[in-house]
């Protein structure tokens, strides 16, 4: 267990986080933020290798892997990035470096301009370039529920989904 990434869950003001964690290893704390299609289990499997090598956080982001849905809070990169440096805060975090994937590039170029002093570095994979036109269209088109309904039915919509994302860009337009 002590080369391994631990689940904690971080009460924060807004709800409650989940992320994997490890404390040992040297130097700033890794923060990994997973793509849209992730979560913080999957960003895990890809930076294994570093546990014990140096600190390490990967989170939910909000309404996404365990983390709490806010209902309430705009589905945006900014608020996303706020909801970030929110559960740095609470864990007394000062200075992170960050490596994030598709939307969790943006979350954490989003963070880096709201918390300058926040994040020492930053390494983006895949970072979507998103204009107001492509924003709109994610707005009307790529908030799709998958909550549990009692035929399971939820379970074949994430489904496509999660294979739409792999062949068509933007997923929601088959057209592509």
Do not use: K
Not at 71 to 83: M, N, Q, V
Not at 156 to 167: C, G
């Amino acid at each position: 267990a002590a080369n391994r990434l631990q689940h904690v869950c971080i009460e924060t003001p807004a709800g409650m986080v989940h992320a994997l964690e490890h404390r040992g290893g040297r130097g700033l704390p890794l923060l990994g933020l997973h793509a849209a299609a992730g979560s913080a289990r999957a960003l895990g499997a890809r930076v294994s290798s570093l546990v014990g090598t140096r600190p390490l956080l990967l989170v939910d982001l909000p309404n996404f892997g365990d983390s709490a849905a806010r209902p309430d809070a705009p589905h945006t990169i900014e608020s996303y990035a706020a909801a970030v440096a929110e559960t740095l805060d609470v864990l007394g975090i000062r200075s992170v470096e960050i490596i994030g994937e598709e939307l969790g590039a943006a979350v954490g170029a989003e963070l880096a301009l709201q918390r300058p002093e926040l994040v020492r570095h930053l390494w983006s994979c895949d970072l979507p370039q998103v204009d107001e036109a492509r924003r709109d269209l994610w707005r009307r088109h790529g908030d799709v529920s998958i909550a549990p309904r009692w035929d399971g039915s939820h379970l074949v919509t994430a489904w496509a989904i999660a294979r739409d994302m792999q062949l068509f860009e933007p997923w929601y337009d088959r057209r592509g």
